[in-house]
């Protein structure tokens, strides 16, 4: 879809008045942007419980890319009961013995129902091949199923999205270090953040890898730029926003091709 970004309020406006000198976006005009967008949102959640659709999305990235973030934003106004977010922890004995994405299915929306996850069944292509989590046969065979398991879900009609939050080496780092010090987010700090940082490169690889055996028409991921957090969290909603038309709907929203990419990598 061709966009005309000059549509978009951070490049309309003066610059001065949009970013900070480090090029990130001013906290006024986030938090005004990012209102403006939480009150579609709502508009949005509403026509979903009225015509009993099923949203479906995952956020995947290295750690500290803004998962926790962006899903906090999204469902800051959202009525509970209707709107969730999950985030499993690592498979018990029993869950090993599972087909792989059955621990995951039962946590998907009924009618009405929005449901984001905070990491899903893509650990397996990146995190458990890292660190030796599952073995190569394994990762094969989930990169064997996982396009056949996504057209299920939206053969289904559940509206699926997949969104991986791009970061580099040196913004991860500064994360890192400001998680070490600030005794708000120090409980995120894991055992395995500073090795995870250590094998960037290989999370790098294994993303490609997983970007064109699981980028199908039906289910692509979407790449977004979250080297700022803020303006990644705003294109995430313009985005989601921009996949429906529901009731009394502001504007015709879109997200900025320069932060968000739909990977098309397979016919």
């Known amino acids: 879809m061709n966009v005309d970004i000059k549509k978009l309020p951070e490049y309309s406006l003066p610059k001065d008045k949009v970013f900070k000198k480090n090029g990130k976006f001013k906290n006024k005009f986030y938090q005004k942007e990012l209102l403006k967008l939480q009150i579609e949102l709502v508009k949005l959640q509403t026509w979903i419980k009225n015509n009993n659709i099923r949203f479906l999305s995952i956020f995947e990235g290295v750690d500290t890319a803004g998962k926790d973030g962006t899903i906090k934003r999204i469902l800051e106004y959202l009525n509970p009961r209707f709107a969730r977010s999950v985030a499993l922890d690592k498979p018990t004995e029993k869950e090993k013995t599972q087909w792989y994405f059955q621990r995951y299915v039962p946590h998907f929306p009924a009618g009405g129902e929005m449901v984001l996850f905070n990491r899903s069944w893509y650990n397996r292509a990146g995190v458990e091949m890292v660190f030796h989590f599952c073995t190569k046969e394994d990762y094969l065979k989930f990169m064997r199923q996982c396009p056949r398991f996504e057209e299920m879900i939206v053969d289904d009609g559940i509206k699926f999205f997949k969104f991986y939050l791009q970061i580099s080496k040196e913004e991860m780092y500064k994360r890192l270090k400001k998680r070490e010090t600030d005794p708000l987010k120090k409980w995120k700090l894991s055992t395995l953040d500073w090795k995870s940082y250590e094998h960037y490169d290989e999370y790098q690889k294994l993303k490609e890898d997983m970007f064109a055996a699981t980028s199908t028409p039906y289910a692509p991921w979407i790449?977004?730029?979250?080297?700022?957090?803020?303006?990644?969290?705003?294109?995430?909603?313009?985005?989601?926003?921009?996949q429906f038309d529901y009731d009394n709907k502001a504007d015709d929203f879109f997200a900025d091709p320069n932060i968000v990419k739909v990977i098309s990598l397979i016919e």
């Not at 790449?223 to 921009?242: C, G, Q, T």
């Open 223 to 242: 790449e977004v730029d979250a080297n700022d957090k803020k303006r990644a969290r705003i294109n995430v909603i313009r985005y989601i926003l921009s």
